[in-house]
């Protein structure tokens, strides 16, 4: 009796598990948005990023209204002295920007309570990330973590190179389980940016996916040193159970290394719950809010595609703005 060839890439539970062809067809939805330093009018880093990088060639773009974060070089005086507001001239970089995406896929992440599971928020943003980086023609390379290992894969201008980072990602999502006796790391987020300081030299744009289970001062120190020759941009991956504790019944919270069982009956508990979960987010914001770092929440409970070109491309919908804004629906 012939032998059945097992698929290389079986359909797992939609939202639960990556799968390797939605990732690839994926590629079809990177477009409205930009990570790179040309911005649409209303993309959150608008402004904010492209005054910073060093040593290339310009090209005038635009004229428009300052905004805060713009260099205050990049002013028209003639402009401004015109219309009595504040006018700066927008230059496009002629060089190319590598962009490094560091994507978590530790059991921390292996959570949800509507439509994806934090894992798979973050392989899906990391796919539209990279697909949209090799479609302008930018080097794209990527650092996948979870709780026992790290893999590397250099900056390269190639769908091939995609197709490593996705199959990397996708080989890591599929060793989660609550079943499998994973033991929660909270170091192997330090040592990915670590990782990423060496890799990354100057002028890269370093995309940081992940629920930042493990956030402390090491965390915050790497990141600003990262900051120090290199733009980074922060997505934290949430669930929206971290706004609203359940209306009844008991809940198990864990760190990974303890547990407890909470009762959503208790009016104390319903005050605190919010704060309880949201902390991480909330410190994380605090801390990086003076380096300048842009910080884009994502959650698990709508199209990834959508809530990126929401805050970084050219939809007039939302607007965020800079400061607490950003990490509204989570503060």
Not at 221 to 230: E, G, I
Not at 269 to 278: A, I, K, S, T, V
């Amino acid at each position: 009796m012939p032998k059945t060839i097992p698929s290389p890439d079986p359909s797992p539970a939609a939202g639960v598990y990556a799968s390797l062809k939605e990732l690839i067809r994926l590629q079809h939805q990177a477009s409205g948005f930009s990570f790179l330093p040309r911005q649409p009018v209303h993309s959150l880093l608008s402004g904010r990023h492209a005054s910073r990088l060093r040593g290339r060639g310009l090209d005038f773009e635009e004229l428009r209204q300052y905004r805060p974060g713009d260099d205050i070089r990049t002013l028209d005086w003639k402009a401004t002295k015109r219309t009595r507001q504040p006018y700066v001239r927008v230059y496009s970089e002629e060089r190319e920007r590598p962009v490094l995406l560091l994507v978590d896929q530790r059991v921390s992440m292996f959570f949800g309570s509507k439509v994806n599971m934090k894992s798979v928020t973050a392989a899906e943003a990391a796919a539209l990330a990279a697909w949209r980086v090799v479609s302008t023609g930018d080097r794209v390379g990527a650092i996948v973590f979870n709780d026992q290992k790290l893999s590397e894969i250099k900056p390269q201008r190639s769908h091939k190179t995609v197709l490593q980072i996705l199959r990397e990602i996708v080989k890591q999502n599929h060793s989660l389980g609550v079943d499998r006796e994973i033991t929660a790391q909270k170091t192997m987020l330090n040592r990915a940016l670590e990782k990423a300081r060496y890799l990354a030299g100057h002028d890269y744009l370093v995309c940081i996916i992940s629920d930042f289970f493990g956030l402390d001062d090491k965390t915050l120190y790497q990141v600003k040193q990262l900051c120090r020759h290199n733009d980074v941009i922060i997505l934290p991956v949430y669930d929206p159970l971290a706004g609203k504790l359940p209306e009844k019944g008991q809940l198990v919270i864990s760190d990974g290394d303890r547990q407890i069982l909470l009762d959503s009956n208790d009016r104390r508990l319903q005050e605190r719950f919010p704060e309880f979960l949201q902390g991480r987010l909330q410190n994380l914001f605090q801390a990086l809010e003076k380096f300048g770092v842009p910080i884009l929440p994502i959650h698990t409970a709508e199209n990834v595609a959508g809530q990126i070109r929401d805050v970084l491309g050219s939809r007039p919908g939302r607007q965020p703005q800079a400061g607490k804004a950003i990490v509204g629906g989570v503060r």
